[in-house]
């Protein structure tokens, strides 16, 4: 159990008795930075977790440090951070630090970016930070069993200075499939599955703990971040009673905006960042509720009020408007355009719908040995599983060039499509204009839907474009994208 998480992120800004915000925490603040919290060393290794709470049994998980999540890793925006990972699984893994926009060698993708990390080894990742916001980390290797058996955890690189917040909360969402006997069921890579909607489990955790309810006080405002670590799992979540308003979208700060439909949805991978004023009553609880798949909703938790007298009598009017990362934007005037489209996957009872004649022998690169070919294509090309060498990039751009890329999934089923390395600004959904043109890295598709994103191709080397429904990566939806 994660005793160092637990639910809360309190370092940052508390409130003053009068009103007045003052963000500082306990400590001085020199105090503080004097630890160097950009330096990490890493343990991933079998461990025990107890998932379902204090009554049920134990479940044998692969971790992060012994926890589930793994450690919350704090970097600071645009210092050098130093992170070693050991490995003390009986197989090999990497560790990839989704979101960040760092140099290729230190993405931690096996074979295209590093050699895998064997067992009983160890590699240090080192990098720098160019965007503040919240991120995660987990394994790039045998990634459907090393995620889905509890390799994963946050990092959140802090903004230079303090949001005007009152607490900064953490919530990393997992799902499970658990057998009755706590133990994580078997099956992982059934084609079936894979060909469907991924490998979708039966207990959504919060931290590593199925949660009843999350403290909070009336009046409070909380920085609410929100992190997707499924394997599968799309989450659409309700707050009962309470106006999210979405400041930050896989780290990259938007335009403050209410919720569409008021749900949030949160494909795997995805991260939204909300600020909550509690403006419920001392004493009431409230459902959170994600009800993304029809007939099968859920309470994740409940937001449980203290007895407390509300902390001030209206939300605090400081600017939701969190300090913008240095993205490059992109030049519409000079840009390329380029069309993926997605293929395949199970569909009125046929396998690889869409996907014509793109099954012959030599296009397929890497088996996983799942039997029967791959399930799922990009551009008629299906690289599965989780990377290795000699994956020939589907398109080749020269360094700063700005690149539209229209994405058009083709299959019956959602795909939250992630590009490493770089941060993709969502321009139009099915022909119309996206709303607050966010960035992205993982960008989440229904079925049939023509996607455009924009990015500037700056950052050299070969990245993964994939699926993050894990077992649709391994199955074939993946490609490589090189900046040259
Ligand atoms: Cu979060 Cu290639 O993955
Ligand atoms: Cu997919």
């Known amino acids: 159990m994660n005793t160092k998480l637990n639910g809360r992120i309190s370092r940052r800004g508390f409130l003053q008795a009068g009103g007045g915000l003052l963000l500082t925490a306990g400590l001085p603040s020199s105090l503080v930075r004097a630890a160097d919290l950009n330096e990490y060393r890493i343990v991933a290794a079998p461990a025990r977790a107890r998932l379902a709470g204090p009554n049920r049994p134990e479940t044998a ?16 925006q645009g210092e050098p951070a130093r992170l070693l990972v050991e490995n003390r699984l009986d197989q090999e893994t990497t560790v990839h630090w989704h979101g960040i926009r760092l140099p290729n060698a230190m993405d ?30 987990h394994p790039h290797a045998n990634s459907l069993e090393q995620l889905g058996r509890g390799l994963a955890g946050a990092v959140i690189v802090e903004e230079r200075e303090p949001v005007a917040v009152d607490r900064d909360l953490l919530w990393l969402l997992a799902d499970w499939r658990l057998k009755d006997t706590g133990e994580i069921a078997a099956g992982f890579g059934n084609r079936m599955e894979a060909a469907m909607s991924g490998r979708v489990g039966n207990t959504v955790t919060l931290n590593g703990q199925v949660s009843e309810t999350e403290p909070v006080r009336a009046g409070e405002r909380v920085r609410l971040r929100l992190v997707n670590g499924s394997l599968a799992r799309i989450m659409a979540l ?7 308003v979405v400041v930050a979208i896989d780290g990259q700060p938007c335009d403050p905006h209410e919720l569409d439909g008021s749900r949030i949805l949160l494909g795997p991978a995805m991260r939204i960042d909300v600020v909550l004023d509690m403006q419920g009553e001392p004493g009431r609880r409230y459902d959170v509720t994600d009800d993304f798949y029809d007939g099968l909703s859920y309470r994740l938790t409940q937001l449980a009020y203290d007895q407390q007298p509300p902390l001030r009598e209206r939300p605090l009017d400081a600017s939701l408007d969190l300090p913008r990362n240095p993205l490059p934007e992109p030049d519409f005037g000079t840009s390329e355009r380029h069309d993926l489209t997605l293929q395949g996957g199970m569909m009125g009872g046929g396998m690889m719908a869409g996907m014509g004649g793109m099954t012959g022998g030599g296009m397929m690169q890497g088996m996983t040995g799942m ?24 398109l080749t751009f020269q360094r700063g060039r700005s690149v539209v890329l229209i994405l058009r999934n083709q299959t019956a089923w959602w795909h939250p499509m992630h590009l490493h390395g770089h941060s993709m600004r969502v321009l139009s959904r099915n022909g119309a204009p996206v709303a607050h043109r966010q960035w992205q890295d993982t960008v989440l598709m229904a079925p049939k839907d023509v996607v455009e994103v924009a990015l500037v191709a700056d950052n050299p080397g070969d990245w993964m474009l ?3 429904v894990m077992d649709h990566q391994m199955t074939g939806m993946m490609t490589v994208l090189r900046v040259a």
Not at 108 to 120: D, E, F, Y
């Open 466 to 468: 994939h699926c993050h």
């Open 238 to 244: 309700r707050f009962e009673g309470h106006s999210p």
């Open 108 to 137: 931690g993708v096996p074979g295209l970016t590093q050699p895998p990390i064997k067992s009983g080894e160890s590699f240090v990742y080192e990098f720098t930070p160019p965007d503040a916001g919240t991120f995660w980390y």
């Open 61 to 76: 998980v692969w971790a992060y440090d012994g926890t589930v999540p793994g450690p919350l890793v704090r970097l600071r």
């Open 371 to 394: 039997g029967g070919g791959p399930a799922w294509a990009i551009n008629g090309m299906s690289m599965t599983g989780d990377g290795h060498s000699g994956m020939e990039p589907a």
